[in-house]
């Protein structure tokens, strides 16, 4: 991964778009493991904002493509998958290496600037506390029936 952040580094230092196929379940339903693609600039060129989803390099040297879900005081982010719902505090601007601005899903190109789009990104951010009652709850039945039963069919 090291080498495709150089390379990233050098497109955008010309100016250019990085376009590569994500993997990972993490920002479904938006965008399919292996199967889109994703289009990426330089945050110097389009600052990242809320609901933008951005590629960024944990402090562990992990990159991630999670979506903007708010802004902290000091000018940090917090960034969460569109699949998951804990939300990852602190992120720094430093640490975004490149912003969403298109993305193929089969023979379809989505414009993030386009509204139906950023109308999708403000409901599915909202909605996030939601899921993660919902998630929580799904955790629960699966521990209490599925794992009891297991134990008691042996």
Known sequence: MEQIAQLMEEVFAQG??????????????????????VLLCSPAKRPPRKYDVVLYRRDNGQFWLHRIVGQEDGGGFSLCGDNQYRVERGVRPEQIAGVLIKFTRGKREI??????????????????????????????????????????RK
């Not at 250019?16 to 693609?37: A, I, K, N, Q």
Request: proline share 6%.
């Open 16 to 37: 250019g778009v990085f376009r590569f196929r994500p993997t990972g379940r993490s920002m479904l339903p938006m965008l399919r493991e292996r199967r889109d693609t």
């Open 111 to 152: 414009a993030v600037d386009s509204p139906l789009y950023r109308g999708y990104a403000a409901v599915w951010t909202a909605c996030r506390p939601l899921r993660s009652a919902a998630i929580r709850e799904l955790h629960w039945v699966r521990r209490v029936f599925f794992r009891r039963g297991s134990a008691q």
